[in-house]
């Protein structure tokens, strides 16, 4: 029979942990019996280093500055490859740019550029600002720890008057993020979420949409991520929600689990498009936890000895994904003609999870799947499995397959003689750092294995 793997990241309390590491699903026709596959995600190739890092942030766009690559790596502003600023803290920073101008807010710090140089901005009481944005001509500033927020002199990021500012009122928590969702400011409160309309007027420039209040606030500003025409955040509640109409949950019981578990400092996200596919990366304390819009499927994503994958923030650049490191400031850019992030091997996991009623016999297990070419490569590579019988509390020791000769574009693994399975799960886990591995395509038990197999 044909086995329904895993297709996502799953862990809740004393259940089963079922796993997607490093891989992420899509639908195939080809696929009959199970009707999706299992695809590496891109890997991380070396772009450019900037700095001691970490990258605190990143900041891309067209039409402004000559669209010029930013980066905030430790204490410095990076234009490309040039050192051109300082910008102090050590948190990561909110940007927003003109077509001229790039502001830039730090831990306690408003500064502008125009790509050449880095100047601090006098911003009214010298008050801290926590989030910035640019909207029909304004820079707009959240006053930290309040419900104010700001708009500068038109298209001038370096001129603010101490009386152009309106208040967020509809609940008495302070604003953690100015967000532009289209052509409307999303105000982001710990409690709930405002939504503004640019008026035209000079006088009074931004008025709240009435009927456009959620009751659903924001954990951490820095979860807050634009993709796949809407916008996705964790809430007050530490659920993932997508925007709309309403906010709606994306999260399941799992995931909020991780959450749970993570302080707001201690979560980011980020998104990218890969394939067709448009990713939310998510960091927790505990793990990376990406979720596919496609899909509507959550899976895990790490870098080697690590439970995290080190790109921490990324934008589109020059038609490809620039991402910046969580450690060091070292920038990448998404490849998937290379199965490694640097020098490390990505590990792929996935798992499978079989329920019987009565003890029944499990002559083998198979997996097919498909493999590159790998000229380059001359290390035999395996894949090992394991299981376990107690929901993955204790687990028999890893058993190696090969994964057999390169260039045939398919591969058979078979492991025999796994005893039987009594009533109850049994839980299977698969990894490998195979570099030419490009997709798994099914995974069954009790195969034919005699005669001509195919893949």
Known sequence: MKLAYALGAYKRADMPQ????????ESSPSSKDVGVILLARPALRPYLEVGSGPIRGLFTDPGALGGVLFSVSGTNLYSGASSIGVI????????????????????DQLSLTEGSTVDPVVFPDSAA?????????????????????????ILDGSAWDALDYASAESSPDPI???????????????????????????TTPFLRLDGRLFDKGCLQRDTIVRG???VTWVGHDRIVYRGGDSP???????????????????????????NGHTFYVLHTAVGTFVYDYATQQWAE???????????????????????????????????????????????????????????????????????????????AFVMEMRHSRDD?????????????????????????????????????HWRTTDPTLRRITSVAVNQPLSGRARG
């Open 18 to 25: 079922l796993r997607v590491v490093n891989m992420y699903v």
């Open 88 to 107: 102090s803290g050590s948190e990561r920073v909110s940007m927003a740019s003109s077509t001229t101008q790039l502001i830039i807010a730090n831990d």
């Open 129 to 153: 600002v926590s989030s910035v944005a640019f909207l029909n001509g304004y820079f707009l500033a959240a006053r930290a720890g309040t419900q104010q927020f700001y708009w500068s002199t």
């Open 176 to 202: 953690v993020a100015l967000f532009i969702v289209s052509d409307q400011l999303w105000i982001f409160k710990q409690r709930r979420i405002e939504i503004w309309t640019s008026t035209g007027d000079a």
């Open 228 to 230: 796949d025409n809407t």
């Open 248 to 274: 709606m949950r994306i999260s399941d019981f799992g995931i909020e689990e991780a959450i749970k578990k993570s302080e707001p400092d201690e979560m980011r996200a980020w998104g990218y498009a890969w």
């Open 301 to 379: 994503s790490s870098s080697y000895g690590r439970d995290t994958w080190r790109a921490g923030v990324g934008v589109l650049f020059d038609d490809m994904t620039v991402c910046g490191d969580d450690e060091t400031g070292q920038l990448w850019k998404l490849a998937d003609d290379i199965f490694a992030d640097g020098e490390d091997p990505v590990v792929t996991e996935f798992t499978a999870l079989v329920s019987v009623d009565g003890p029944a016999n499990c002559d083998n297990m198979v997996v097919n799947a498909a493999v590159g070419a790998a000229d380059q490569y001359t290390d």
């Open 392 to 428: 993955g509390k204790t687990w028999i020791p890893w058993q190696p397959v090969s994964l057999g000769e390169r260039g045939n574009g398919r591969a058979r693994l078979a492991w025999r003689r796994q005893g039987v399975i009594d009533s109850g799960n049994r839980l299977f």
